[in-house]
């Protein structure tokens, strides 16, 4: 994301990521330079993030539900 780009920033770090890394003055935009800011969740701090309900998969890839 953009630093110029506050809603977003907002978003993330609510939902739990945190800021990995910048790219300064990485993009031209309205006249002048900004810097990308890289955001980043691992796995083990996924079920801690703010989003209510969430579950991290089960291990051994991706397993289809099926009704019984």
Do not use: C, K
């Not at 110029?4 to 003055?25: I, K, S, V, W």
């Not at 980043?40 to 991290?56: D, I, R, V």
């Amino acid at each position: 994301m953009y630093e110029y780009n506050q809603r977003a920033q907002r978003t993330y770090t609510r939902l739990g990521f945190r800021p990995e890394g910048r790219q300064r003055a990485a993009v031209f935009h309205d006249g002048r330079f900004h810097d990308r800011i890289l955001m980043g969740l691992l796995a083990n701090e996924y079920p801690a993030s703010p989003a209510a309900g969430w579950q991290q998969p089960a291990r051994g890839g991706n397993q289809a539900v099926t009704d019984s």
